[in-house]
């Protein structure tokens, strides 16, 4: 089945220590986003990519960037994880901008130690 | 930038009783709704869309929803609540004067009880 798939599930990694999340796709769409979920909160649009065009929302901060080397593959760094930036992290792919048809991954738990 | 607000942050409800889940949008024009589920430690689903047309909009999982433009609303209902209902509940608007991009509501976590 097309899906989106984040690896891993869950991630642990210490103050301070750079970590990637991986975002994968089979469904072959234009639009991948990172969205960061904190306990009991909605989630909150970080940036995303149309194609190789990279989009970042204002009040993103630096410390978090993405990379979108081909189609199927996005990946989110952060450069040095705060406590503050342990959440759920989830990648969701559309067809194109405008909410029609985005499919989530199942996410990443992040836990900073 | 468009935005949706959810009253309610916790109901509970016993199981085979009807429900409603209150969503309310802010923005002048006819804004593109959704409703999405995410049970615990799970991504979101999609319930269903609204977008124009028929204001009454039938989703999956037996979820219906009604487009209101005299109350700025796009409530969640469903007539008899299942105990695997039990998620948090997420309204979410598409972001038409920005980037088109989707912004979700804080959600409204819903208790099922025998």
């Known amino acids: 089945d097309a899906m989106v798939i984040q690896n891993p599930r869950y991630q642990v990694t210490q103050f301070g220590k750079p970590v990637t999340l991986s975002c994968s796709q089979t469904?072959?769409?234009?639009?991948m986003y990172w969205y960061q979920q904190k306990s009991s909160q909605a989630p909150k649009l970080l940036f995303h990519?149309?194609?190789?065009?990279?989009?970042n929302e204002a009040d993103t901060p630096d410390n978090f960037q993405s990379r979108r080397p081909n189609t199927s593959f996005c990946f989110l760094d952060i450069r040095s994880p705060g406590l503050g930036d342990a959440a759920m992290y989830l990648c969701?792919?559309?067809?194109?901008?405008?909410?029609?048809?985005?499919?989530f991954g199942s996410g990443t738990r992040l836990t900073v130690v | 930038a468009q935005s949706v607000t959810q009253p309610d942050i916790h109901i509970t409800v016993s199981e085979g009783a009807s429900l409603e889940l209150r969503c309310n949008y802010s923005?002048?024009?006819?804004?593109?709704l959704f409703w999405y589920v995410q049970s615990p430690g799970q991504g979101l689903q999609l319930l269903l869309k609204?977008?124009?047309?028929?204001?009454l909009v039938q989703g999956i999982k037996g979820f219906e929803a009604e487009f209101k433009r005299s109350q700025s609303s796009f409530n969640l209902r469903k007539p008899s609540v299942h105990w695997s209902d039990a998620a948090e509940y997420f309204c979410?608007?598409?972001?038409?004067?920005?980037?088109?991009?989707?912004?979700f509501g804080t959600g409204t976590r819903l208790t099922v009880i025998p």
């Open positions: 969701a792919t559309s067809r194109a901008l405008g909410g029609y048809g985005y499919t």
């Open positions: 469904l072959n769409h234009n639009v």
């Open positions: 990519y149309y194609d190789k065009d990279f989009n």
């Open positions: 923005y002048g024009a006819t804004p593109y």
């Open positions: 609204y977008f124009s047309g028929d204001t």
């Open positions: 979410a608007v598409v972001d038409q004067t920005g980037a088109n991009n989707l912004f």
